[in-house]
């Protein structure tokens, strides 16, 4: 999040993790480098009226893109979204010509198809439902037609409660039913910000997360590989 204020002091940091792919999280709600911050409901309703102003969205996509690369040093190895803001009409038009403008050999972007059953709250269900539906298939269409590859499902949605003990069984849930090609979304932090309404959750997640080979542990259980998802022939 490239708007965020300690990504100028911090984000270099990720240079040194050779390994690690890194990518640009897209945002127009919380840290836009131009235009105005704008809640997620509005966003929405803008986007899928045909409200959003097409110059402006795409200065403030080269914008964050230039941000990622100065810091960096090189393109996003992957482009996701901020409240999956990425999908929506009129930005993901934008974030692709632009993609393709700059870059030619696209990075992956992120897909937010739902993984469908499963145990979890109704209101869990209709998030994923929700967040799918606002611009998942229209996404995937675009991309394909540009040659931008996607994971196939997200696996990861959920309410935010319940603490460690809740994200345990929830982390177990989603790798025992992921596919090939699945993506795994997780918030995990070391330290929770006092005005961050996912505080808790994000210390849940990395009290999980962060046990020596925790992870892994539970994807050889079920036979799966931990990958990156642009490779098709991984299974994460």
């Known amino acids: 999040m490239v708007g965020a204020p300690l990504w100028r002091s911090d984000g270099p940091e990720l240079r040194s993790c050779a390994d690690l792919e890194t990518g640009l999280h897209l945002d127009f709600t919380e840290h836009p480098l131009q235009v105005s911050r704008r809640g997620l409901g509005a966003l929405i309703v803008g986007s899928h009226i045909g409200a959003l102003n097409r110059v402006r969205i795409r200065d403030e996509i080269k914008a964050q893109l230039d941000a990622f690369e100065t810091v960096m040093g090189r393109p996003p190895d992957f482009v996701d979204g901020h409240q999956h803001v990425h999908q929506l009409p009129t930005i993901r038009e934008a974030l692709i010509a632009e993609l393709l403008r700059r870059y030619g050999a696209l990075p992956w972007l992120r897909s937010t198809r739902r993984r469908t059953g499963g145990a979890t709250r109704v209101a869990e269900r ?49 790798i025992a039913s992921a596919r090939p090609g699945d993506l795994l979304m997780c918030h995990p932090s070391s330290v929770a910000e006092a005005k961050d309404p996912l505080g808790l959750a994000r210390l849940a997640e990395f009290e999980v997360l962060s046990r020596p080979g925790h992870v892994a542990h539970l994807a050889q259980g079920v036979g799966l590989r931990l990958g990156r998802p642009h490779r098709r022939s991984d299974r994460t």
Do not use: H, M, P
């Open 126 to 174: 209709f998030k994923a439902w929700f967040i799918e539906q606002v611009g998942a298939r229209a996404l995937a269409s675009q991309a394909r037609a540009a040659g931008c590859a996607q994971n196939e499902r997200l696996l990861g949605v959920y309410d935010f409660s319940g603490g460690a003990a809740r994200y345990q069984t929830l982390l177990t849930a989603w």
